[in-house]
């Protein structure tokens, strides 16, 4: 199974900016790059995903290595609601019976005031 | 639009007992699939479903089963509980089966066995 591998916590000051790195060396080509963040007491929340090239939303920005063998979430400017656990997951598009989701342990981030 | 609602949302039972979680999923999604949250391993995947029927099986025992209805409703049911299984199990729903759709989860259901 296809897995990635993120920092267990990051630390952040308000207004900056904030990348949070994921590692997945052994990608394929068929699998797309999710990010979600989870709040305590909550459910994951989806915050953008990709496939190859560099995405941008209204939440964050995704920005894909050419060998897509690592990806980083960046947020612009944190704010205090970012504080959350941020997992970064592959999804397989042709997935069969054997696919297994792999969520890892995430990146705990904190954010200063 | 309203989100994925699951329900309840705290259950406490008993070993040996079981238990059946529910899950909506956002209007005109028909992919569901279901989540185990601990905190000593994290999040793991138990099983997803599309048009009622399951296409994906994580690696748990088969006391853990799970169903879809036509109406895209899933339920989950844990059957000869543990102790182990007291954990927050989430449901996230999306509009395709492809891995280009985003989940959207619900809230969970914390499940504790005494």
């Known amino acids: 199974d296809a897995k990635t591998t993120q920092p267990n916590s990051m630390e952040s000051n308000e207004e900056e900016p904030v990348h949070l790195p994921c590692n997945h060396s052994?990608?394929?080509?068929?699998?797309?790059i999710h990010w979600y963040r989870q709040l305590p007491s909550q459910g994951p929340e989806y915050v953008i995903h990709?496939?190859?090239?560099?995405v941008n939303n209204r939440m964050a920005s995704l920005a894909i290595a050419e060998d897509r063998k690592s990806s980083t979430l960046i947020l612009h400017r944190a704010t205090l609601r970012d504080a959350a656990v941020y997992y970064c997951?592959?999804?397989?598009?042709w997935g069969g019976g054997s696919e297994k989701l792999v969520f890892g342990k995430g990146t705990k981030l904190t954010v200063n005031p | 639009k309203a989100g994925v609602t699951q329900t309840p949302r705290y259950l406490i039972k008993t070993r040996g007992q079981q238990v059946t979680l529910s899950c909506s999923p956002i209007s005109g999604h028909r992919s569901v699939s279901w989540y185990q949250q601990t905190p000593g391993q994290g999040l793991q995947f138990l099983f997803e479903y599309f048009s009622e029927t399951q296409r994906n099986k994580g690696n748990f025992p088969g006391r853990f089963s799970g169903r879809q209805f036509s109406n895209s409703r899933s339920e989950m049911n844990v059957s000869t509980l543990e102790l182990g299984d007291s954990a927050l199990y989430l449901c996230?729903?999306?509009?395709?089966?492809?891995?280009?759709?985003?989940?959207?989860f619900g809230n969970g259901t914390r499940l504790t066995v005494t």
């Open positions: 052994t990608i394929s080509g068929t699998d797309y």
């Open positions: 996230a729903s999306s509009l395709g089966q492809g891995a280009n759709s985003p989940l959207h």
């Open positions: 997951i592959l999804r397989d598009e």
């Open positions: 990709g496939l190859t090239s560099n």
